[in-house]
């Protein structure tokens, strides 16, 4: 190897691992924090059906790192194989708060079945006290992590209001081969047992 292409071999491995280090970086930023429907607001829309640009932004997130409450970190790509729900939340929002021991209930009733459920939140890091100690209040028993830019921006993209802000709560149903199959906006009447009938529908499917 000349000098010349050895100077462009270890250029262009410094470019790779500054890109791979902003990357991470951002994937471990924290998201702009989703506003809480509420009021008339808070029952509509009931169900969006994502497009297959949606489907594949989504999937390209499932190995960005979220980060947990404890300091370490999962990926959504670690759940494949169950089914799987991801819960948009925050403290602040009041349809969240209401809907997280229902949460906590079906992930009671379904997990030996093969149901997860993921909770990412919107607080931010500094409030983590706060959320630490809402687990406790609301009986979570299921993983809590913190929202990230990479991962609402894959998920929520398209629900923005006028602000640029996306609705929460939000709940994505995957199935147990990573494809979203449901996606839930909003607080509606009857929420909870449309998101039980699915999940039983994909726990009942055929692996």
Not at 30 to 37: F, R, Y
Not at 60 to 82: E, F, R, T, W
Not at 105 to 110: D, F, I, P, R, T
Request: charged share 20%.
């Amino acid at each position: 190897m000349n000098k010349d292409n050895f100077a462009n071999s270890i250029a262009t491995s410094l470019a790779a691992l500054v890109l791979a280090a902003s990357v991470f970086s951002l994937a471990c930023s924290d998201a702009a924090a989703p506003q809480p429907v509420s009021g008339a607001a808070a029952t509509a829309p009931a169900v969006n059906k994502l497009s297959a640009a949606s489907q594949e932004a989504i999937k390209k997130v499932m190995d960005v790192p979220i980060a947990k409450l404890d300091g370490d970190s999962i990926k959504l790509v670690n759940y494949q194989g169950k089914v799987l729900v991801v819960d948009f939340w925050a403290t602040y929002c009041p349809p969240c708060v209401k809907q997280a021991p229902q949460l906590a209930a079906l992930n009671e009733k379904y997990r030996d079945r093969g149901l997860e459920v993921v909770g990412l939140t919107s607080d931010p890091k500094e409030d983590q006290q706060k959320v630490e100690e809402f687990i406790k209040k609301a009986g979570i028993n299921y993983t809590i992590a913190f929202d990230n830019s990479w991962i609402s921006g894959a998920f929520l993209k398209g629900t923005e209001d006028d602000t640029g802000a996306s609705p929460i709560p939000q709940l994505f149903v995957i199935a147990r081969d990573g494809r979203v199959v449901e996606h839930f906006i909003g607080e509606q009447p009857g929420r909870m047992q449309q998101l039980e009938k699915v999940v039983n529908e994909q726990l009942s499917a055929s692996r």
